[in-house]
């Protein structure tokens, strides 16, 4: 039987010579079946391959929500997300990741090895462990970088998508959460890539907001309430050690701690027990 993944590529047409090497960096995979949809967040997408379908959102709602409603637009066996300014290099990717997927059925996610395709150093925070090591290293992880994901499909369902409330930054922390939570182990693959140019997160002018809201938005939907003050606690002993030298940034940080504490996160589903027990004992405890 062929091997079918639905394909989300998510943009807001900022940057079409990106998005059309990307395009065709999917359209040149082999031993494949892919249904591929561009999803316009707040954009018509246009001058497409006839193999890739559009479809426009009125306005721009999201990066988690943008990805959610390509979900719908979609059909195959698993899921590949990839962000308008990444491609494949390797034809054989896809094909590659389902492989590893069949092979180990304790993985409910993957993310590959992230690199520049002009050269430029990756920056350490493309590899999502605590202990970076070598890129090359694959190993089990508790967050991914969003730009390039696949997943089996049911895995995808049940996570409850993408968290939408959270527009930008961090929604790849809850889905790998919500991936463990199904007995299953989010996965890096050091061993396949994925090209993104770097470029500073930054650049989005609510990013400190963003990030701080949505670290304790995480806290409140998904973690047992005794460890909510412990993770948002060391979140924020981190951050007050990285602004010291900003303290423009690190008032629109607090601002977005406030936030976090006084507006409604969406839907809450703790953590079971046992989760927190197996993330503990691979590494990570999900309060750090």
Request: contains cysteine.
């Amino acid at each position: 039987m062929p091997v079918t993944i639905g394909v989300v590529v998510l943009t807001q047409g900022r940057r079409p010579d990106d998005l059309e090497r990307g395009i065709r960096s999917l359209l040149a995979q082999q031993d494949v079946q892919l249904d591929i949809v561009c999803v316009g967040n707040g954009w018509q997408p246009v001058g497409l391959p006839d193999e890739v379908a559009a479809l426009a959102l009125p306005e721009n709602l999201g990066i988690p929500a943008g990805r959610n409603r390509g979900v719908a637009q979609v059909t195959g066996d698993y899921l590949f997300f990839l962000d308008d300014d990444a491609s494949l290099p390797d034809p054989r990717f896809l094909i590659d990741a389902v492989a590893v997927l069949r092979a180990d059925p304790s993985i409910g996610l993957l993310q590959p090895r992230v690199v520049d395709p002009t050269g430029l150093t990756a920056p350490r925070r493309w590899i999502p462990r605590i202990r970076k090591g070598e890129a090359t290293a694959s190993s089990a992880v508790f967050s991914v970088w969003e730009g390039a994901v696949l997943l089996p499909r049911p895995v995808f369902d049940a996570t409850g998508g993408w968290a939408e409330p959270f527009f930008y930054a961090h929604e790849g922390i809850e889905l790998a959460w919500r991936v463990w939570d199904q007995g299953l182990r989010t996965w890096y693959a050091g061993n396949l890539e994925a090209n993104h140019p770097v470029i500073l997160p930054t650049r989005h002018a609510d990013f400190y907001r963003l990030n701080a809201r949505n670290r304790v938005w995480i806290a409140r939907r998904n973690l047992p309430v005794p460890l909510m003050p412990l993770y948002v606690g060391s979140w924020t002993a981190i951050q007050l050690l990285r602004g010291a030298r900003n303290p423009a940034a690190l008032k629109a940080w607090f601002a977005g701690w406030w936030e976090g504490w006084t507006t409604d996160p969406g839907e809450r589903r703790p953590l079971k027990a046992r989760t927190v027990w197996r993330m503990t004992r691979a590494g990570r405890p999900p309060v750090i």
